[in-house]
């Protein structure tokens, strides 16, 4: 096996058919050695040798011979000074940053620890015992693979409905998939899943966490797994757990393939991606691969005592987004996922700490100023989670052009509307005409709101109405964890009942937010399984269940059958909808010079809404005229986009309202879409009255329908 210099680009390990070229960015190493071992069960490495050159502080050999499928790992050399920022420790083998595939996941042990764990004033003493049997390694992959004439499906951000899916939740119960392939990135593309995606009607999926992710030591020693896998250990690897096959390296093709399965299918790819932070935690944590290849470089350190880590995010570090490598690092794993596995987007968790560059968030930091002129990542959808947990990190609203944002102000106003709370009317009408408020004056459009009621963070949609309080026994932390608040109305029963009066507002109120989410202007994100009527039984962090709590269910009763079908309706709805799908706001003034307002807000009386009626403390009821003909835009071929007049009621009382419907022309009449109130909600019915009986705590939505002959 002859070593030769090589290269310092690419980083990692590439294989070029006759050997590999191994290169690893270190800024204060004085030595970098190559492992290599002989198989997943080896407890030492079989070759350790330097690699022999450093180009701008990379440190790169290259190795005749190797072929993909070699497991390796880094023994890192140089000064042990916790208290500068310093934590090299060449007792440890660490994960290449790199790596494109890991074959070995991590085995809990002390020796994993740069410090002697126990020891008082711990984290000052390093621990010199060899960690080679537990630590994560690497593979070399062969990166070649038939894609065909795969073509992202480049659906426009305003015909974009998204669901977010966990990889392993979905599948792992559904009877039409084999069991041997049920939790993996084969059951998400199989045709039992494609079948449920496209009946369902979404155009994208958003794969919660795939990067290859590590359990947290706590959670595994109580029996627990980090399910969701916010805690990224390779920003590169799939996730080796959601592999049907295997053997190392079959994490990539596999992953490959669903996405050409999935994009063939007309289906788009996002990836939820978490770079803010990685899976070594704080001062106490392991050293498993950036903490011992250049602590000092790839972290945020409390400045002027090293020792520590900044934490914006929770989870004990920050990466350091204002050295250039570690920006390199991002962008480089961020193209690495749109060339070569061919996704079609990124939504990034806790997005604010990505544009921190002194202490305030910075939306023209240079984590945007490169997104934003790179020819590749400009390209894609990209979606932010608008807030971490420093100072001033809640930014909705306050991203560049260019990115759309999760809106947590439309999750909690509609959330509140529905509960039943006074004084919501105005900022409700907001959310639903796309939060003009937010997006608006930066110059973005409508789709910068991605809305949601609920996400995989917290409450699904069935126990938002069916608990009043958090029941997180099972994460083993005496119910602490998790919000301890619902913003729902869930009529005062917790959990499952036979009491079917109960059961029936609880659907009726399933029914509401789902349509409302849909109905809405901007990007609808569905979070899986809310479809499927799925229960936490009122758990809302279910972070660390990998079982049936947070599985999605596939068995579904007569309630829960009709609820799938209402979803699969309004999503249809909204698809056949052109002003539901507006690429542009409303501007509440008539359009074209004529008499009809593009849209108009009505009470219950018919009267439209003023001043007064819209700081109304006791307002529970909104009525919203969307004119579709002669709207001022045009489709992707530039003719007129026209559409249906629709007409949305939403009672958020009790008592039942009448609403008195806006005039309209003789030769149309209103023709009732949809009630959520009925257990007939599809009932297609041409109305006669010029007023709408609308029941308590529920939905209408009323299309103008043009009359081809005398009724």
Not at 139 to 162: L, M, Y
Not at 213 to 226: K, M, V
Request: charged share 25%; aromatic share 10%; glycine share 8%.
């Amino acid at each position: 096996m002859k070593l030769r210099p090589g290269k310092p680009y690419p980083l990692g390990a590439t294989w070029d058919g006759a050997g590999v070229n191994f290169a690893l960015f270190s800024e204060h190493a004085t030595r970098v050695e190559l492992c290599l071992f002989d198989s997943p069960e080896a407890s030492r490495e079989s070759v350790r040798i330097s690699l022999p050159e450093q180009t701008d502080r990379v440190w790169h050999g290259y190795l005749d011979g190797v072929l993909p499928g070699q497991l390796y790992g880094y023994r890192v050399h140089g000064p042990w000074e916790p208290e500068a920022g310093h934590r090299f420790n060449a007792a440890k083998v660490v994960l290449d940053p790199y790596a494109k595939a890991v074959g070995r996941p991590l085995r809990w042990a002390d020796e994993l620890f740069g410090y002697a764990v126990g020891h008082p004033e711990a984290d000052l003493h390093r621990d010199d015992r060899d960690n080679a049997a537990f630590a994560p390694l690497a593979t070399v992959i062969d990166p070649a693979f038939t894609w065909g004439d795969d073509r992202p499906p480049r659906t426009p951000w305003h015909k974009t409905v998204i669901y977010e899916v966990h990889v392993r939740g979905f599948s792992r119960l559904h009877p039409e998939i084999p069991e041997a392939l049920r939790g993996t990135y084969s059951a998400l593309c199989s045709e039992p899943a494609i079948q449920h995606l496209k009946e369902l009607g979404v155009t994208a999926v958003e794969l919660m966490p795939v990067h290859h992710h590590a359990y947290e030591r706590h959670l595994a020693e109580r029996g627990l797994s980090n399910y969701w896998g916010y805690n990224t250990l390779a920003f590169f690897a799939p996730d080796l757990r959601y592999a049907s096959a295997p053997w190392p390296g079959s994490s990539v093709r596999e992953f490959k393939r669903m996405v050409r399965i999935l994009h063939d299918a007309g289906l788009e790819v996002i990836l939820d991606v978490v770079y803010n932070h990685t899976a070594e935690g704080n001062h106490l944590g392991p050293t498993l691969s950036l903490r011992g290849i250049d602590n000092r470089a790839y972290y945020r350190l409390v400045p002027g005592n090293e020792r520590y880590y900044t934490d914006y995010t929770g989870c004990g570090n920050t990466l350091n987004m204002v050295h250039p490598r570690v920006l390199q690092l991002i962008m480089d794993s961020l193209r690495y996922w749109v060339l070569e596995m061919h996704v079609d987007g990124f939504r990034f968790d806790l997005a604010s700490a990505l544009a921190r560059e002194l202490h305030e968030v910075d939306k023209l930091s240079a984590f945007f100023d490169i997104i934003h002129q790179d020819p590749v990542l400009s390209q894609v959808k990209l979606i932010a989670e608008p807030w971490d947990l420093g100072e001033g990190g809640y930014q909705v609203g306050n991203f560049p052009v260019g990115w759309t944002e999760w809106n947590g102000k439309y999750r909690d106003t509609v959330r509140r509307f529905w509960r039943g709370d006074g004084g919501v009317v105005s900022e409700m009408a907001t959310r639903l005409a796309g939060s003009s408020d937010l997006y608006e004056q930066s110059g973005r459009r409508p789709y910068a709101s991605i809305n949601f009621v609920t996400s995989h963070d917290g409450f699904t949609l069935q126990d938002l109405v069916s608990y009043n309080h958090k029941h997180n026994e099972a994460n083993l932390e005496d119910n602490r964890d998790g919000e301890n608040h619902n913003l729902s109305w869930n009529c005062g029963v917790e959990g499952p009942t036979e009491d079917r009066a109960i059961r029936a507002l609880r659907e009726r109120q399933k029914r509401n937010f789902m349509a409302t989410l849909l109905l809405s202007l901007g990007v609808p994100m569905i979070s899986g399984g809310d479809e499927l009527s799925r229960t936490q039984r009122g758990n809302n962090n279910a972070y660390c269940q990998d079982n049936e709590i947070s599985w999605y269910p596939w068995q579904l009763d007569e309630e829960g059958r009709d609820f799938l079908e209402f979803v699969k309706y309004v999503v249809r709805l909204r698809n056949q909808q052109p002003v539901l799908q507006r690429r542009k706001f409303f501007q509440g003034r008539p359009i074209r010079g004529g008499q009809v307002k593009d849209i108009a807000w009505y009470l219950p009386g018919g009267r439209e809404m003023d001043d007064q009626d819209w700081n109304n403390p006791a307002g529970r009821c909104l009525g919203v005229l969307l004119a579709g003909k002669e709207l001022d835009e045009v489709d992707e071929r530039g003719e007129p986009l026209e559409g249906d007049t629709l007409f949305l009621m939403m009672n958020a009382q009790a008592e039942p309202v009448a609403f008195v419907l806006p005039a309209h022309a003789p030769n149309v009449r209103w023709e009732r879409l949809l009630d959520t109130a009925d257990s007939d909600w599809d009932r297609r019915v041409l109305l006669k009255d010029h007023t709408y009986r609308l029941r308590g705590r529920s939905l209408a939505l009323l299309r103008l329908r043009e009359l081809r002959s005398r009724p």
